[in-house]
Structures are given as structure tokens and as C-alpha cells.
């Protein structure tokens, strides 16, 4: 039952703590009047990768609890997930589009886009605990074995080049 809970705490909490610094970061880029700098764009994609690994591990171990556990997380995730459909909206017009200038405030939204991501994402991790200590789902372990060694080596893969961008970017 916790083998589950761990392998998914594990990337999510990884996720959260890159996530704060980019939060940071967008703050930081938000004060700035040169909208190019002080965001690291390199590790966007990584990050997530942390993020949908954590997703596909709790539900393949919490698949026989599914309903319940969807129940438990829908309205957090939902707004988790339109918020950074919106961040990743501004980010792409950020960097992307505009090309000469653009509204400060874009900044500001783009960072407090961050902000409650982060509030609602911290918030499903903190029910996926509560359901898992209260509901007492059985876990399906099958895939444990493969799960295990695969966590460690995708962590390696990520975390191995985002230390070296950000020890580079910044």
C-alpha cells in the first residue's frame, strides 16, 4: 500500500521543489524589465516529465481504487491542470511570440499563474496522502520490480542534465 505512495512522492515532491525555484524565478523575471532573462526555459519540459511520471505511477498503483481516488483529487487537479494550461499559454506568448514589448503585467499573471499552480498541485499531493492513509487502498504491485529500477534511472536522466542547466543558466 505505501510502496505506492512513496514511488509517487518521490517525483512529485522533486516536481514541487523545481517547481518553487521557477515560481522564484518568474518573480524574479516579473521584476526585471529585460523579459529574456532570469527564467529558465530549459528545464519546463523536465520538470513536467517529473510531474506525469508521478501521475502514471499513483494511478497504475492505485488502479483497483481509481474512482475513489479521482473523487479524492478531482477538483485540486482540475484547477492544477487549467493553470498550467494557462502558464503554459503565456509562457509560449512570452517567449515565443512577442518579439519587441508586451505587458509587464503578462509577467506578473505568468508568475502567479506559478504561484497557485503550486498551491493546487501541493494540495493534490497532500489528499493522494490523506486518501491513501484513510481509504487503505490495495496497491497493485505487480509492476513494482520494474518500477523501482525505472524511478531511479529516469530521476538520474532528468535530474543529471538539469543540474548542470541551472548551474550553467544561473
Known amino acids: ?3 505506492g505512495l512513496v514511488l509517487f512522492l ?4 522533486i516536481y514541487i521543489l523545481l517547481f518553487i525555484y521557477e515560481t522564484y524565478l518568474s518573480f524574479k523575471k516579473a521584476l ?3 523579459h ?3 527564467y529558465v526555459e530549459a528545464t519546463w519540459e523536465m520538470t513536467h516529465t517529473l510531474l506525469i511520471i508521478s501521475l502514471i505511477l499513483l494511478f497504475v498503483f492505485y488502479s483497483r481504487s481509481l ?3 479521482s473523487s479524492a483529487i478531482f477538483a ?3 484547477i492544477a491542470g487549467t493553470l498550467l494550461l494557462i502558464r503554459g499559454i503565456l509562457y509560449t506568448y512570452i517567449f515565443y511570440v512577442v518579439k519587441k514589448t508586451y505587458s509587464k503585467y503578462l509577467d506578473w499573471l505568468f508568475f502567479f499563474t506559478h504561484l497557485f499552480t503550486l498551491v493546487f498541485l501541493s494540495i493534490v499531493t497532500f489528499k493522494v496522502i490523506q486518501f491513501v492513509i484513510n481509504s487503505h487502498p490495495i496497491a497493485n504491485t505487480n509492476f ?3 518500477f523501482i529500477p525505472g ?10 542534465p538539469m543540474y548542470f542547466i541551472y548551474r550553467i543558466k544561473e
Open 36 to 38: 529574456k532573462r532570469n
Open 67 to 69: 474512482n475513489e481516488l
Open 32 to 34: 526585471r524589465k529585460d
Open 151 to 160: 524511478e531511479i534511472l529516469t530521476l538520474a536522466l532528468i535530474l543529471g
Open 10 to 13: 518521490i517525483p512529485v515532491s
Open 144 to 146: 513494482l520490480p520494474y
Open 1 to 3: 500500500m505505501y510502496s
Open 76 to 78: 485540486p487537479i482540475f
